[in-house]
């Protein structure tokens, strides 16, 4: 067996002894690195190249199970019993999935580096169905669940809008109720919707209150997509994450079941924040692979190159920029690691009010270590680096399987890791919005157990 590349994987998989990981965990990864590798990483580069992925890709995650696993914890264990789906893979139980599992599928999806290929395939059951799971009436879950959860149809998540990005409390696309009282009628525009070219029903933010009513006038709907009159779609060209199916709707007086209003009119601004926290978790897991895959590239490539009559690993900068670099992503996965066993361990509405503001800023944490890794494998790897061809191919790219594929090959996909990192810091609410949450939402929370005590005649221990 080959020796492994410095920090091409976290500590928990180079035999280090970790209090987080069960042998379920061990068992579910084995099984994501055979399955994933084989029908997702060996043709990333080229996918991504091409601009789209196979139309039967889908079809085959699903007939793997390998896409109920963007689904946060814990699973909806009767849903998917009913279905006769009676374990995840790897053999691990239903009742024994927690956020770990999850953590470890965003991370092996990610192997390759790019976003584009993994996104086309989770993203919708991560962000779009779980609002369904959790909020939505019992008549909507039975009409559109089972073929959810069956990967028969396809959903997306649609907030962000043209002049509506992070400032989700202002999006303007309508839901106004039809006369006969049976229909909304939705009109407006969603943008940046990763995979919305294919999806059937979009889990999507209208304003169902009056213009000015914020984030109070906000819903959430599942709105249909396919073969809808009024609804238009086109696949929009992006930096980077190219297959993942970036997409523009127009929507033109849309008739939509009044029965499709997920939960409750005006509670849509609540339910997003907390889909934001499975999509800040999931979304920073695969950027931090990212920024592993650009790393361990680089440090290989110094590891055989020569420069000067000896390798670049005996250069003192060479050495530094790798130091810094590693420390940054070392710390960052411990953080993200324990993070994400404390969701497995919380309760949720208490996971939401403690973490949320942690998770967004691990999120953008994340975007900030890929940065650096990204500039320090461009530059260690000098026009290589700076190439979209041939052996630079890589940095540009982000996309290496350490291990797998040969070096000339895997630098092939380098070059694009600057198209990669904007599509890292700015989706899931974008970084400086994030850095804001976070220290908004401890002031808050600080503040309310201040009030709390107070009332209770106690002084805060300031």
Known sequence: MAPQIPLAEPSWLRDLPSPFYKESHFRFQRACRAFISENLHKHAIEW????????????????????????????PVKWLRQLGINEMPGGV???????????????????????????????????????????????????????????????????????????????????????????????????????????????????????????????????????????????????????????????????????????EEGQGMQYIMRNFNHERMFFGVGITRQARVALSTAFEYCLMREAFGKPLTGQPVVRHRLAKCAAMLESHTAWLELLVYQL???????????????????????????????????????????????????????????NLLDLETNMRYLTAIYREVPGARIPGGSEDVLLDLAVRQLIANFQAETRALKAKGKKANL
């Open 48 to 75: 991504e190249r091409n601009g789209d992925v196979p139309e039967d890709l889908f079809a085959t995650f699903v007939k793997g199970n390998f896409v109920l696993p963007a689904l946060p914890a814990p699973l």
């Open 93 to 263: 139980a239903l009742e024994e999935w927690d956020t770990l599992h999850c953590m470890i599928y965003s991370d092996e999806m990610n192997r390759s580096g790019l976003s584009g290929p993994s996104g086309s395939i989770s993203a919708g059951m991560a962000y779009g169905v779980p609002p369904l799971i959790h909020y939505a009436d019992k008549q909507l879950q039975e009409r559109l669940l089972p073929d959810l959860l069956l990967g028969k149809i396809r959903s997306c998540i649609a907030v962000t809008e043209p002049d509506a990005g992070s400032d989700v409390a202002n999006i303007t696309t309508t839901a106004k109720l039809s006369e006969c009282g049976k229909y909304y009628i939705v009109d407006g525009s969603k943008k940046w919707i990763t995979n919305g070219i294919w999806a059937d029903y979009a889990t999507m933010a209208v304003r169902t209150g009056s213009q000015g009513s914020g984030a109070k006038g906000i819903s959430l709907m599942a709105v249909p997509l396919a073969n809808t009159e009024g609804v238009t779609r086109r696949r929009m060209k992006v930096g980077g994450g190219v297959t993942s199916g970036t997409t523009y709707i127009e929507l033109d007086e849309v008739k939509v079941p009044r029965e499709n209003l997920i939960g």
């Open 344 to 402: 497995s361990h919380m309760d949720k509405a208490e996971a939401d009010r403690q973490l949320g503001g942690f998770l967004a800023l691990s999120k953008a944490n994340a975007g900030m270590v890929l940065d650096e890794c990204a500039r320090c494998a461009v530059l260690l790897f000098g026009g290589k680096g700076y190439t979209r061809t041939g052996q630079g191919e890589i940095v540009e790219s982000t996309s290496l399987l350490p």
